[in-house]
């Protein structure tokens, strides 16, 4: 089964494999880097499911929107669906970190992230990775984190096609870790994203050279087939 990642700026992806649009931190409204291209805008986006990392607006972005108009389902911590389903989610699969929900078209898992996790000054429960697997192939989103050495054990237990990193510096990896844990990862290919967005994050990836890894610097809109 063909399944292609779509880059959508910040941090936001689109895995579509079959009749499952799985839309990554959907941050699109108010996001610099965001695609205004049809299909892809906030309002007009497909999604059958939406995976969160952690509650910060950079990341939840429009999912509460999107999920009400098109009734995808949410995966995200328990207190961040808990949230969603007050703002009126109603499809909601709460995880936390080590534990994998099974979908009609694979998992969705989520890892341990080295960061914080709140919205609008409330608690969202713990900042985590997620792990898609749809259409026979497995995706790495590390989520907001610092390095750490136990992405080595996420590489192992997971074998993800490809790895997205945080690459942006101050809040999360800069591009000298994130070279680190695209080969602690181990996955053949490594995405970064989280960078440039804004000034306070840095826009110079010169320093993202993991080796053995294929590094693919994607622009907003750019479409890879895994
Ligand atoms: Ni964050
Ligand atoms: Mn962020």
């Known amino acids: 089964m063909a399944v292609t990642l779509t880059y959508l700026g910040h941090s936001a992806f689109m895995l579509a494999?079959?009749?499952?649009?799985?839309?990554?931190?959907?941050?699109?409204?108010g996001n610099p880097r965001a695609?205004?291209?049809?299909?892809?805008?906030?309002?007009?986006i497909p999604a059958t499911r939406i995976v969160l990392t952690h509650g910060h607006e950079d990341h939840v972005?429009?999912?509460?929107?999107?999920?009400?108009?098109?009734?995808?389902?949410?995966?995200?911590?328990?207190?961040?669906?808990?949230?969603?389903a007050e703002q009126g989610v109603e499809q909601t699969e709460a995880g936390n970190p080590g534990g994998r929900v099974k979908t009609p078209s694979g998992f969705v898992a989520f890892t341990q992230a080295f960061h914080s996790s709140s919205y609008q000054g409330r608690y969202m429960g713990q900042p985590m990775g997620a792990v898609v697997n749809v259409g026979g192939?497995?995706?790495?989103h590390a989520g907001d984190t610092a390095l750490f050495s136990d992405m080595k054990l996420i590489g192992e237990l997971?074998?993800?096609?490809?790895?997205?990193?945080p690459a942006g510096?101050?809040?999360?990896?800069?591009?000298?870790?994130?070279?680190?844990?695209?080969?602690?990862v181990g996955a053949p290919a490594a995405i970064p994203c989280h960078f440039a967005t804004w000034p306070l994050l840095t826009d110079d990836l010169s320093a993202f050279r993991p080796k053995g890894v294929e590094a693919r610097v994607l622009e907003p809109g750019e479409t890879l087939e895994l």
């Not at 494999?17 to 409204?29: C, H, K, S, V, W």
């Not at 972005?61 to 969603?84: N, W």
């Not at 997971?158 to 990193?165: G, K």
């Open 169 to 184: 510096d101050r809040f999360t990896m800069g591009p000298e870790h994130a070279a680190r844990a695209a080969e602690f």
């Open 35 to 44: 695609v205004d291209r049809p299909g892809l805008r906030a309002a007009d």
């Open 158 to 165: 997971y074998r993800p096609d490809v790895a997205i990193l």
């Open 17 to 29: 494999a079959g009749g499952e649009t799985i839309l990554i931190d959907p941050f699109l409204t």
């Open 137 to 140: 192939k497995t995706v790495y």
């Open 61 to 84: 972005g429009d999912a509460p929107a999107i999920a009400k108009r098109t009734g995808a389902t949410v995966h995200g911590s328990f207190e961040l669906c808990a949230f969603l």
